[in-house]
């Protein structure tokens, strides 16, 4: 058996997992937060950490919470074994590849990506954050991996091309241009994907002489890249005020097939220009739930008050030159009528210099992600 078919918990046996990750972690405080584990002081608990198929949290808020404090936003990790095995077969890295990883990390997943490779073949990381970086260099001083600091975005041209691209920190819409560039023609992209309307999904990808084709898979939850997390949009109260009331007869089974990952919710994201979604159940009571959506570009808003025990129908304020939840609605029938596509139907096509969405054939396109 090759090692990017090996079932998670033997990945450890072939680089052990526990070497990469540092003493302090940060574990759920069970209340939304984090709180650091010290090796030294709880070392069965780090250790159950490190040997579970989760992923180990490795840094908040970019660093900027020190142990002690209350980390709010995990922004590094040691991903979930299992999710690391899996990406490493769909990555498919042969003996002599050259592969670029984008998001270092602990450096485990590199460690692994320069085994399956090989003394002929060649690793680049590239880690945004200096102190993570220069942790994960020193780690992988035996391993074989060149650790770059930088912005992963831009790659690494002075060792492409590529066989293999992949990235451990989610992208935002468009596959930034040097991984395309940088990607030898028939080379293999994976990388985590998401829109501003949802997050969690594979993309696999490959070179073509004018580009990149790829497809969707479902469930890669990852970190976003720094650059790529989404920026939101909230109104004060005052201007909650000027917003327009309507209502709408879009219902609780609506509302789950519209999220639904296994419904609606990757073709509708697909089908949205830069619209977040924010989900608070239960808020006004059981079955009563607000759902908020906005544009920060153009400070557009909108409100849902989803009253699912009341037999009228649901509120809606918008605000802001984009009527969001109207988009949003004809979003929802677009995919109906389309006989709603899961996101197996869904690509995504680069060349010419603009990147698009696609249902079925890369000429029947959803919706265009970047201009030339
Ligand atoms: C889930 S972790 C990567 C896990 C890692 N591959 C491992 O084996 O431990 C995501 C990493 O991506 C890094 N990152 C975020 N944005 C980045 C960017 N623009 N360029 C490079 N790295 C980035 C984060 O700092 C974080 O360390």
Known sequence: MTMTRLPWNELSAAVPRAQFIPDVIWVSDGEGGFVALSRHDDLAGWQAAVQANRFVVTQVDDGHTPPGGKGQTPTSSCSM????????AALGP???HRVLEIGTGTGWNAALLARLVGDRGHVVTVEVDPDIAEYARVRLRDHGPLVVTGDGARGHPPAAPYDRVIAT????ETVPWPWIQQLRPGGRLIAPWGTNWCNGFQLTATRTPGGLTGRFSGDLVFMRMRAQRRTCWEPSDDEIQQAVTSTTVCNGV????MRNPTLGLFAIGAKLDHICAHTYWNTLGRYHHLLEFDDAATRSWARLDADLNGTEPNTVLELGPRRLWDEIEAAYDWWHETGEPGMDRFGLEAAGGRQWLWLDEPDHTVRVLTEA
Do not use: K
Not at 169 to 172: G, T, V
């Open 169 to 172: 920190a989610s992208i935002r």
């Open 94 to 96: 042969q003996p002599g």
């Open 81 to 88: 074994p299992s999710v690391v095995a899996a990406m490493l």
């Open 254 to 257: 609506d509302l789950d097939r």
